[in-house]
């Protein structure tokens, strides 16, 4: 049992470092837009990949080389400044809710939550690899339960961050204020990009 509280504090300890993947969820909880679809997909993914990390740890450790890592950050800066662009033309207009359109919506936003989950290299150096290399010398029932304990604190952050987000959403009716909220999650995107791109120039 030791194992799984192990396991709980270590992955919540990394989950909780701010980044574009927690920025999008609360920009989803902010809008009420799909919020459980949302977190859902985020914390199933961490559970794979905690669970990838703790049992394939050797084989994706010589599969994850700096070519590949090269293509990830690629893949993720044009994910983000595609994702910058659309805030910014977002930003210039009033925010229109168009019913008939739910559906495009819907699989946008699952889009746009697998980008912010797969293309990310910081994922996977927090799931597969730290989590993989912690867990290496566990026996085989340890691993599952520090596997179960680090997944656990991922579906609690992820739903507890959509939903707080949600709740707090219903005190910024205030057209200006979300226009604030877009500015806000532009440069942050914007200081994530050049982040990767300084990444991508080493």
Not at 104 to 117: A, C, L, M, Q
Not at 133 to 154: D, H, Q, R, W
Not at 178 to 193: G, P, Q, R, V
Request: charged share 15%; aromatic share 22%.
């Amino acid at each position: 049992m030791s194992f799984l509280f192990l396991g709980f504090f270590t992955g919540l300890s990394l989950i909780f470092a701010i980044g574009a993947q927690n920025i999008f969820v609360i920009e989803q909880g902010l809008k009420k837009q799909f919020v459980f679809t949302v977190c859902l997909i985020c914390a199933i993914s961490d559970f794979i990949l905690i669970f990838l990390g703790i049992f394939l740890f050797h084989y994706f450790d010589s599969f994850f080389t700096p070519l590949i890592e090269l293509v990830f950050n690629i893949l993720l800066l044009l994910f983000l400044l595609n994702f910058i662009w659309s805030k910014i033309r977002e930003n210039r207009k009033e925010v229109i809710i168009d019913k008939n359109n739910v559906r495009k919506s819907f699989f946008e936003t699952i889009y746009r939550t697998f980008g912010f989950t797969y293309l990310n290299p910081h994922v996977y150096s927090d799931t597969v690899f730290f989590l993989g290399n912690f867990s290496k010398n566990f026996l085989v029932s340890e691993k599952y339960l520090f596997g179960i304990g680090a997944s656990i604190s991922s579906f609690i952050f992820f739903f507890a961050l959509g939903y707080l987000s949600k709740y707090l959403s219903n005190y910024l009716k205030n057209e200006k204020i979300w226009k604030i909220i877009n500015l806000i999650i532009i440069l942050f995107m914007s200081c994530l990009a050049f982040y990767v791109l300084t990444n991508i120039l080493k």
